[in-house]
């Protein structure tokens, strides 16, 4: 099982970054897909999931409104659309495969995770 996030940078506050997540070795299409991100001296936390048909989102009070998850399952690859960024959302960005409802993620792996610096 691999993930591999891409898509991170330095941007000004107000800004749009991408993020992607290319994940194998396992059925992707089987299951919800979600962000995290872990700040400098704090925890990971919790950003959006998506449904393993991509029918139904849901996302962190923090950043509802100005993220949208979504996912390619032809490509096995769920993306990050972040828009009007602010300080707060500098982390480094991961993505996981966990159920939907509760934050129970699925498999040991994880990946180098994707930096997203945004500047005041």
């Known amino acids: 099982v691999q993930f591999v996030e891409s898509g991170g940078g330095l941007v000004q506050h107000g800004g749009s970054l991408r993020l992607s997540c290319a994940a194998s070795g396992f059925t992707f299409s089987n299951y919800p897909m979600s962000w995290l991100r872990q700040a400098p001296g704090k925890e990971r936390e919790f950003v959006a999931v998506i449904t393993n048909d991509g029918g139904s989102t849901n996302y962190a009070d923090s950043v509802k409104g100005r993220f949208t998850i979504s996912r390619d399952n032809a490509n096995n690859t769920v993306y990050l659309q972040m828009n009007s960024l602010k300080v707060e959302d500098t982390a480094v960005y991961f993505c996981?495969?966990?159920?939907?409802?509760?934050?129970?993620?699925?498999?040991?792996?994880w990946g180098q995770g994707t930096q997203v610096t945004v500047s005041s």
């Open positions: 996981r495969p966990r159920r939907f409802y509760t934050e129970q993620y699925y498999f040991d792996s």
